[in-house]
């Protein structure tokens, strides 16, 4: 018999997945190069360790501007001026929310989160929460001037900037549209040596089919609001098909036969390998009552989450160390009406995440869960009537929190929270060409001064991938490695909001 060398296994696939990202030659997206971190913190941590990621991503691409509101007296004139009857009124509702970090922002700059966040404003203010200015995807550092020139080759762009499809699966899988395999689902793969029984339950999503968890060999295994989904034909934990249960004794015994034609073999491991993860699965997340109240009035976002925290909570019984989870929300695409339907989206946004934080603490791993927001690109600063139109960076959040009481003090936590993380752009629409407004492309859309491979080094080391792996997982990290461009802004390896 041929034995599999597991190490020799997740090795190879590290190898031949690094090949594959350095001949795409675009940049990594945000959602993180998960394959091959996942590879090398699974092989770093220890047996009883555990650590997740969330990846919260907003279809339809998340208007900036009005989640987190420009708050200083000079640029908030400068952002109503800008935005005209979509600006958000400088009153006593947008104080309540104001984002007041530990360590000032330079030139007297402060923001407030959109008036509906009063949840994700007092996480903020709680030290579990930080704010990502400014991220998107870059393959090397840029600016508006390189942005326009028509040398590629020496100032490359991420392909098929501001198109829902392409940028969605570019930020999922660093592809555009078509694109088949996704960096959760990367994860995956390079899990499987050692734990293949696990490796099911470690790409788990809960928003339907996403090309983030996609993988060559692992499988991205979708579960719903309810719990995993059941065959119910063969199912055992159903009595009868068609009120019979003879036909559910001939329906069971024909997916258990083994077949002469080999695709109805594979048809059929594939249904036992269904059946057998729902019922690990239902063992697994146990009674949908939690330790906190979820919303449940309007908010699928919230009833996501909650299913990731049952799923979490049964960690033990899936036997995995490291999972990537993948939830999501749409209606972010306010070309129109984004003055009325932008605030409730991000009311459920915040309460969902808010629940979610809560219930972490409760199960008192805080300190081993992160949730991150994603979106197809940011929009534009200006106005095209009560709507903004496709853009490109966009300011984003980090949650986590400290781990359980130990003595007389708390945990290590897992964000540096209370703080703001890069460069905050200068509020303009781009359209002169002051050294200060080199930062945008034409209509207010925002060119990233923080890159994605910044981003995912800095979760990937907390996920537990050693630094010397790093070059290896994120082939665009070597141009921002420590450096400060002629520009003057810094791409520092680590961007620092992770311990």
């Given at each position: 018999m ?6 020799r296994?997740t090795r190879r696939?590290f190898?031949?997945?690094?090949g594959?990202?350095a001949m795409?030659?675009?940049a990594l997206?945000?959602a993180?190069n998960?394959?091959a971190?996942?590879?090398a913190a699974a092989?770093a941590?220890p047996g009883?360790d555990?650590k997740a990621?969330v990846?919260?991503f907003?279809?339809?691409g ?14 908030y ?5 800008i ?7 400088y009153?006593a ?10 360590v000032?922002?330079a030139?007297g700059?402060?923001?407030a989160?959109?008036?509906t966040?009063g949840?994700l404003?007092t996480?903020?203010d709680?030290?579990?929460m930080?704010?990502q200015?400014?991220v998107g995807p870059?393959?090397?550092p840029?600016?508006?001037a ?10 490359p ?7 829902h499809?392409?940028?969605?699966s ?5 592809s555009?549209e078509?694109?088949?395999i ?9 899990m499987l040596?050692g734990?293949?029984n696990a490796?099911?339950?470690t790409?788990i ?11 060559d060999?692992a499988?991205?295994?979708q579960?719903?609001?309810?719990g995993?989904?059941?065959?119910n034909?063969v199912s055992?934990?159903?009595g ?7 036909v559910?004794?001939?329906m ?5 036969q ?5 695709l109805e073999?594979e048809?059929n491991k ?9 019922g ?6 146990q ?5 906190v109240?979820f919303?449940?009035t ?8 909650k299913?990731v ?8 019984s899936l036997?995995v160390?490291r999972?990537?989870?993948f ?8 070309h129109?009406?984004?003055?009325t339907k ?5 009311q ?6 808010v ?7 409760a199960?008192?791993?805080a300190?081993k ?5 994603a979106s197809d690109?940011g ?5 095209n ?13 980090v ?8 003595g007389?003090?708390?945990g ?7 703080a ?6 200068p ?5 002169t060409?002051?050294?200060d407004?080199?930062?945008h492309v ?7 001064t923080?890159?994605?491979d910044?981003?995912a ?11 010397s792996d790093?070059n290896g997982?994120?082939p665009?990290l070597k141009?921002?490695?420590?450096i ?15 311990t």
């Amino acid at each position: 018999m041929h034995l599999i060398d597991p190490a020799r296994h997740t090795r190879r696939a590290f190898l031949r997945r690094s090949g594959q990202l350095a001949m795409a030659g675009t940049a990594l997206p945000f959602a993180l190069n998960l394959a091959a971190m996942g590879e090398a913190a699974a092989q770093a941590a220890p047996g009883d360790d555990y650590k997740a990621l969330v990846c919260v991503f907003l279809f339809g691409g998340n208007d900036y501007a009005n989640t987190l509101v420009n708050f200083d007296t000079d640029s908030y004139n400068k952002y109503s001026t800008i935005r005209g009857g979509i600006a958000l009124p400088y009153d006593a509702e947008l104080a309540k929310t104001e984002l007041k970090p530990d360590v000032a922002l330079a030139n007297g700059r402060k923001y407030a989160l959109n008036p509906t966040m009063g949840g994700l404003a007092t996480l903020f203010d709680q030290g579990k929460m930080a704010v990502q200015l400014n991220v998107g995807p870059l393959i090397k550092p840029l600016t508006r001037a390189q942005f326009n020139s028509t040398n590629r080759r020496d100032f490359p762009i991420p392909p098929k900037l501001f198109s829902h499809n392409d940028q969605q699966s570019i930020w999922q899988s660093s592809s555009p549209e078509g694109s088949t395999i996704g960096w959760g689902g990367n994860l995956g793969d390079l899990m499987l040596g050692g734990q293949r029984n696990a490796s099911l339950f470690t790409c788990i999503s809960v928003a339907g089919n996403a090309v983030f968890l996609s993988g060559d060999e692992a499988l991205q295994y979708q579960v719903g609001t309810g719990g995993a989904v059941r065959i119910n034909s063969v199912s055992p934990a159903t009595g009868s098909v068609y009120g019979s249960s003879a036909v559910k004794a001939a329906m069971q015994q024909i997916a258990q036969q083994a077949r002469g034609h080999t695709l109805e073999n594979e048809y059929n491991k594939v249904t036992l390998r269904a059946v057998e993860a729902e019922g690990r699965i239902t063992s697994a997340i146990q009674s949908d009552v939690m330790d906190v109240t979820f919303p449940t009035t309007n908010n699928n976002l919230a009833a996501q989450l909650k299913m990731v925290a049952r799923l979490i909570r049964g960690r033990a019984s899936l036997g995995v160390k490291r999972q990537v989870f993948f939830v999501s929300m749409g209606g972010y695409d306010l070309h129109d009406d984004l003055d009325t339907k932008q605030g409730p989206l991000m009311q459920r946004l915040s309460d969902a995440l808010v629940a979610f934080q809560a219930q972490m603490e409760a199960l008192q791993i805080a300190d081993k869960v992160v949730a991150f927001t994603a979106s197809d690109f940011g929009r534009t600063l200006s106005s095209n009537g009560n709507g903004s139109d496709h853009g490109w960076g966009s300011h984003h959040f980090v949650i986590g929190g400290t781990g359980p009481d130990k003595g007389s003090g708390k945990g290590p936590g897992a964000v540096k929270g209370k703080a703001f993380y890069g460069t905050p752009p200068p509020v303009s629409v781009g359209n002169t060409s002051a050294d200060d407004d080199q930062w945008h492309v034409g209509q207010g859309r925002l060119l990233p001064t923080t890159s994605v491979d910044q981003y995912a080094a800095t979760l990937a080391k907390w996920f537990g991938v050693p630094d010397s792996d790093l070059n290896g997982i994120l082939p665009n990290l070597k141009n921002f490695n420590n450096i400060t461009a002629p520009s003057g802004i810094s791409y520092p390896r680590d961007m620092g909001f992770m311990t």
